[in-house]
């Protein structure tokens, strides 16, 4: 096969805006394409981020005052809660998701994300995630326990209606779309780069996206199986958190934090990605230190994890163990000042320009550094004991994550917004919205500092008179409504660059990466043809660079059948190594998002028998966007330019799905792990142990399970022969998941009442549930696989689906074989305790 002859730069833009470009009207439904999802990310995080600035201002109102009836008691705990969860849950993380989302691919020299549906199913579930939480706000039974929704004041006992559900099920659902973002990015980052385009050639923004994805891989799957364990003693009174029947609240904190901690340098750091990328433009010198700087946030991922008792000093933490945690939050400040002097070292060396961006770079270091001295003092265990729950934890959070953050991503803003609209900022407003917004937020937060001080809780919605707290909270009202102005003035003065703006042709900050080597606003495609790097790629010249590619120059220079083309590289070197080709536009993400939200839906109205049938038609639609994926004949290697041939990737080795299989993974053994802790830690640390109940455990039910798992794993993981041979060999496989599934459901229908007794049942109930999901999805794959192999997309060289499923079947072989023997492992550790 060859590529059709290329015309001219014109015409080849044409046939690529009708292959990758999003139709009008009812067709934006459709939308996958990378640009298109992250400015629509980014526009719905601003509009939650409005949203959780209006809550802000209702507890500044009631708060200016003594004794104010503004807001009555209930009220405001929902208030004050929304406020944590829409500005952590819903405009943070999702904000630099979208900007990650928009940038990497034309950062990296690709035309898109490496799946592109699987973008657009994380957005809507972001939306209606988002939706069901504020609308719970409006309808008045949102949550009311903090964002943290700490046990036992979250169980059913103290918060009977459904309020709690709302924020369990709500979270666990945005959180859908923050995994699959982390997925996306991860295997993006890795394998969607320009040829040539090694590791330590790679834009420093990658490095940082790349470790904060990451990150989330691994800091997201607490979260979510904290909310699953309490959502079930909730709904079903198995008692994980209960200490009357075993459980400990504590577990709860536990399995928040380790989430709850890496989550602000999740925060961080992608803001300052977007720093290190923007100093060293607007100094025009390349950033100093590259090599130390990605060493420094390496190291900061990995102490991060290491942190999450920072917030639980004065829960009754053993005193080595909180001299070590003290030790590591201190440790912490180490890597993020490397960062922080490379910064300033860049601006030293070069010659600044004070552009808008600069100032609110400025802003940064400010608002940032100041935050975190006050993180060094809340990290000695002495001084949090003075400071915990009061207003000077707050007005830190503050500083760090509004100094860390709001302003990076501002200048952001301000830098790229030209990219995204083609126009420059006029710069009327800019200069006295920063300022009206970093007055008013030093006014309010600083205010706070010296509140908490002088021991004014949080959470309070009154205080008395004689507690001489008024006339520092009336400032921080005031500054509160001043910030506001500002942010008013922000988004007037950005509508207006989007606008009114000065139209440029090409790099206006005269930066030296790829994104700039395209036309603004960019085309759908981004580049019509694909660079080779040679050098680091934050040094490139995109004013040559953009003209040749766009003349079809590079790889990949002409449109060919209709496909989405994109090149796969080696994950290290940046070799080319396939032709990958991405699935085209569908509304399919849309209706799998919708049956996703029906799902959560139904859980929350207690509608638990039509759950199922919601969950089915997840799969179905899930089954569905398969249909035009995959070849049904084997295909010659395809020419991408410059003299080279490439295989398609479903006919390479390691394509990017496989990777995405392997990072899903790697989340769901972390969501395991984090469940066998947790069984763990109630066996050593809560009341009511050892069960005075026996443990059940049936040595037929083990080993018979145990023999079903392994055929089905031994079935399933057969290398293709023949097509006939592979069919019989994966009807044996679903026919074994079929009798393991019987196994652990007979078990779970006779435990359950055991289960709501006491949490050692429980947590036997929870290790075989999980087994029961995992082998329901082994059966669902060994009877996909045998239609593909039907219906002739599977041969010697196109057997990609296999290889996925072989994945999923050792992985559930090792946590089934676990799950099979953990009440006997239970069983030995309890009657070991009782003696």
């Known amino acids: 096969m060859?590529?059709?002859?290329?015309?001219?730069?014109?015409?080849?833009?044409?046939?690529?805006?009708?292959?990758?470009?999003?139709?009008?009207?009812?067709?934006?439904?459709?939308?996958?394409?990378?640009?298109?999802?992250?400015?629509?990310?980014?526009?719905?995080?601003?509009?939650?981020?409005?949203?959780?600035?209006?809550?802000?201002?209702?507890?500044?109102?009631?708060?200016?005052?003594?004794?104010?009836?503004?807001?009555?008691?209930?009220?405001?705990?929902?208030?004050?809660?929304?406020?944590?969860?829409?500005?952590?849950?819903?405009?943070?993380?999702?904000f630099?998701?979208?900007?990650?989302?928009?940038?990497?691919?034309?950062?990296?020299?690709?035309?898109?994300?490496?799946?592109?549906?699987?973008?657009?199913?994380?957005?809507?579930?972001?939306?209606?995630?988002?939706?069901?939480?504020v609308g719970a706000l409006v309808a008045g039974v949102s949550p009311d326990g903090g964002w943290f929704m700490y046990t036992p004041l979250s169980s059913s006992t103290y918060t009977p209606g459904i309020?709690?559900?709302?924020?369990?099920?709500?979270?666990?659902?945005?959180?859908?779309?923050?995994?699959?973002?982390?997925?996306?990015?991860?295997?993006?980052?890795?394998?969607?780069?320009?040829?040539?385009?090694?590791?330590?050639?790679?834009?420093?923004?990658?490095?940082?996206?790349?470790?904060v994805a990451g990150m989330m891989l691994i800091g997201f799957p607490p979260l979510i199986l904290g909310s699953i364990l309490l959502e079930a003693e909730r709904a079903f009174g198995l008692p994980f958190f209960d200490p009357n029947r075993g459980g400990d609240p504590l577990l709860w904190q536990h399995l928040f934090w380790l989430f709850g901690h890496p989550e602000v340098y999740i925060i961080f750091l992608p803001a300052a990605g977007a720093l290190s990328t923007i100093i060293p433009t607007l100094a025009r010198r390349p950033l100093e230190g590259y090599e130390i700087v990605v060493a420094a946030v390496i190291a900061l991922a990995f102490l991060s994890f290491g942190l999450w008792v920072h917030h639980m000093y004065t829960v009754g933490i053993p005193h080595v163990a909180l001299s070590f945690f003290s030790a590591a939050s201190g440790l912490a400040a180490v890597p993020t000042g490397v960062q922080i002097f490379a910064w300033l070292a860049t601006l030293a060396h070069g010659r600044p320009r004070l552009s808008v961006p600069m100032l609110h770079v400025f802003g940064f270091f400010f608002v940032f550094v100041l935050g975190g001295l006050t993180g060094v003092m809340l990290?000695?265990?002495?001084?949090?004991?003075?400071?915990?729950?009061?207003?000077?934890?707050?007005?830190?959070?503050?500083?760090?994550?509004?100094?860390?953050?709001?302003?990076?991503?501002?200048?952001?803003?301000?830098?790229?917004?030209?990219?995204?609209?083609?126009?420059?900022?006029?710069?009327?407003?800019?200069?006295?919205?920063?300022?009206?917004?970093?007055?008013?937020?030093?006014?309010?937060?600083?205010?706070?500092?010296?509140?908490?001080?002088?021991?004014?809780?949080?959470?309070?919605?009154?205080?008395?008179?004689?507690?001489?707290?008024?006339?520092?909270?009336?400032?921080?009202?005031?500054?509160?409504?001043?910030?506001?102005?500002?942010?008013a003035l922000v988004a007037l003065d950005l509508l207006l660059?989007?606008?009114?703006?000065?139209?440029?042709?090409?790099?206006?900050?005269?930066?030296?990466?790829?994104?700039?080597?395209?036309?603004?606003?960019?085309?759908?495609?981004?580049?019509?043809?694909l660079p080779e790097i040679a050098e680091r790629a934050d040094r490139l010249d995109p004013d040559a660079l953009g003209p040749a590619l766009a003349a079809g120059?590079?790889?990949?220079?002409?449109?060919?059948?209709?496909?989405?083309?994109?090149?796969?590289?080696?994950?290290?070197?940046?070799?080319?190594?396939?032709?990958?080709?991405?699935?085209?536009?569908?509304?399919?993400?849309?209706?799998?998002?919708?049956?996703?939200?029906?799902?959560?839906?139904?859980?929350?109205?207690?509608?638990?028998?039509?759950?199922?049938?919601?969950?089915?038609?997840?799969?179905?639609?899930?089954?569905?966007?398969?249909?035009?994926?995959?070849?049904?004949?084997?295909?010659?290697?395809?020419?991408?330019?410059?003299?080279?041939?490439?295989?398609?990737?479903?006919q390479s080795e390691?394509?990017?799905?496989?990777?995405?299989?392997?990072?899903?993974?790697?989340?769901?053994?972390?969501?395991?792990?984090?469940?066998?802790?947790?069984?763990?830690?109630?066996?050593?640390?809560?009341?009511?142990?050892?069960?005075?109940?026996?443990?059940?455990?049936?040595?037929?039910?083990?080993?018979?399970?145990?023999?079903?798992?392994v055929v089905a794993a031994a079935f399933g993981q057969a290398r293709l022969s023949d097509t006939g041979r592979t069919a019989r060999n994966l009807c044996i496989a679903a026919l074994a998941y079929s009798a393991a599934l019987t196994i652990l459901v007979v078990f779970l229908v006779d435990i359950h009442g055991e289960a709501t007794r006491h949490a050692a049942a429980a947590s036997i109930f929870a290790i075989k549930s999980y087994a029961v999901l995992h082998v329901s999805v082994g059966l669902i794959l060994s009877l996909f696989c045998f239609w593909r192999v039907k219906c002739g997309y599977v041969s010697a060289r196109r057997n990609l689906d296999l290889r996925l499923a072989r994945l999923w079947h050792g992985f559930t072989l090792i946590t089934g074989l676990i799950a099979m023997a953990f009440p006997f492992i239970l069983k030995l550790l309890t009657d070991g305790a009782g003696t």
């Open 379 to 487: 990290a000695m265990v002495p001084f949090d004991w003075q400071a915990h729950d009061t207003h000077f934890v707050v007005a830190h959070l503050h500083y760090v994550l509004v100094g860390g953050f709001f302003f990076p991503m501002m200048a952001a803003a301000y830098y790229w917004l030209p990219h995204i609209f083609g126009r420059q900022s006029v710069q009327h407003l800019s200069h006295a919205a920063f300022w009206t917004v970093f007055i008013g937020f030093n006014l309010t937060f600083f205010s706070m500092h010296l509140t908490g001080l002088r021991g004014m809780p949080r959470r309070i919605s009154t205080y008395p008179p004689e507690a001489g707290w008024e006339v520092l909270n009336f400032v921080s009202s005031m500054g509160g409504f001043i910030m506001t102005t500002g942010f």
């Open 553 to 650: 120059k590079g790889y990949l220079g002409a449109a060919r059948n209709g496909w989405m083309e994109v090149l796969g590289v080696d994950m290290v070197t940046g070799r080319p190594q396939q032709v990958i080709v991405l699935p085209k536009r569908t509304i399919l993400p849309l209706l799998t998002a919708v049956a996703t939200g029906s799902f959560f839906g139904l859980l929350l109205l207690k509608l638990y028998w039509l759950a199922p049938v919601a969950l089915l038609a997840i799969v179905a639609l899930f089954i569905l966007w398969t249909r035009d994926c995959g070849l049904t004949s084997d295909l010659a290697e395809l020419p991408i330019g410059h003299g080279q041939d490439l295989p398609h990737h479903y």
């Open 497 to 529: 660059l989007a606008v009114f703006g000065k139209p440029f042709r090409r790099n206006p900050w005269g930066a030296g990466t790829l994104e700039w080597a395209m036309p603004t606003p960019p085309p759908a495609y981004a580049f019509a043809s």
């Open 96 to 133: 630099f998701e979208g900007l990650s989302m928009y940038l990497l691919p034309k950062m990296l020299g690709s035309r898109d994300l490496a799946f592109p549906r699987m973008s657009a199913y994380g957005y809507w579930c972001y939306l209606f995630g988002g939706t069901f939480l």
């Open 2 to 94: 060859t590529t059709r002859p290329r015309t001219s730069a014109l015409s080849l833009h044409r046939e690529l805006t009708a292959i990758w470009g999003t139709p009008p009207g009812w067709g934006r439904l459709q939308a996958v394409n990378h640009t298109v999802i992250g400015k629509r990310f980014m526009l719905t995080a601003l509009v939650f981020f409005a949203i959780g600035g209006v809550l802000a201002m209702l507890i500044r109102t009631q708060l200016a005052t003594t004794q104010s009836a503004f807001l009555d008691a209930a009220a405001y705990a929902q208030v004050f809660t929304m406020h944590g969860v829409v500005m952590m849950f819903l405009f943070a993380i999702p």
């Open 654 to 709: 390691k394509p990017p799905s496989y990777w995405a299989m392997v990072f899903t993974l790697a989340a769901d053994a972390t969501l395991y792990a984090s469940l066998i802790f947790g069984v763990f830690f109630l066996w050593l640390s809560a009341p009511n142990w050892p069960p005075g109940l026996g443990i059940p455990f049936d040595v037929f039910t083990c080993l018979a399970g145990m023999a079903a798992l």
């Open 163 to 211: 309020n709690a559900d709302v924020w369990l099920l709500g979270i666990t659902f945005v959180e859908i779309s923050a995994l699959s973002a982390a997925v996306e990015i991860l295997v993006s980052i890795l394998k969607l780069r320009a040829p040539g385009m090694s590791l330590t050639r790679m834009p420093v923004f990658a490095w940082y996206m790349l470790i």
